[in-house]
Every structure is written in C-alpha cells, then in structure tokens.
C-alpha cells in the first residue's frame, strides 16, 4: 500500500456513558492510520476476552466490566476505521 492508499480515522466514532447515553466518554481520534486501529482493536479483544475469562473463573465481577469497556473501545475503533476505509 502506498502513503497515498493510506487511510485514516475520522474522528467521529464515540462512545458513550451515562442514563439515556448523553454523557460522551471518549472519542476515536482522527488521523490514526486505519491498519493500526484495526491492530489495536484486535489487541483490545485479547484482552478483554482474558479479563472475561479470569473474572468468570476468579468470580471477580471487576474484571468483567473491564472487559466490556475495552470492548467498547474496540468496537470504537473498528467503526471508526471503517468510516475512514470508506472515504
């Protein structure tokens, strides 16, 4: 791929927070190279899927919501990306 297929985030993707999903608490930068958000969002699942794991096993319901946030950070990033993919 050259620089000039590169494509980027948008910047638009957020994820949100809060009773009726008003409160925003983070956003997908724009800029990040697309390929390297979908790395990172893979990275995230590992991660979470090992944190759902120990939190069931350990019976640590701490490390479950863990997971679900880093897969909402994940799901942000692949969206994001793919936004960006589309342009």
Do not use: V
Not at 17 to 23: I, K, S
Not at 50 to 61: A, C, H, R, T, V
């Amino acid at each position: 791929m050259s620089k000039d297929d590169t494509h980027f985030t948008i910047g638009q993707t957020t994820f949100y927070q809060g009773e009726n999903h008003t409160h925003p608490l983070f956003r997908i930068e724009a800029g990040i190279p697309c390929q390297f958000a979908r790395e990172q969002a893979s990275e995230l699942m590992g991660y979470a899927r090992d944190l759902s794991i120990d939190g069931l096993m350990e019976d640590k319901p701490q490390l479950i919501w863990a997971s679900h946030y880093l897969c909402a950070m994940a799901k942000a990033l692949l969206d994001d990306a793919e936004l960006g993919m589309k342009r």
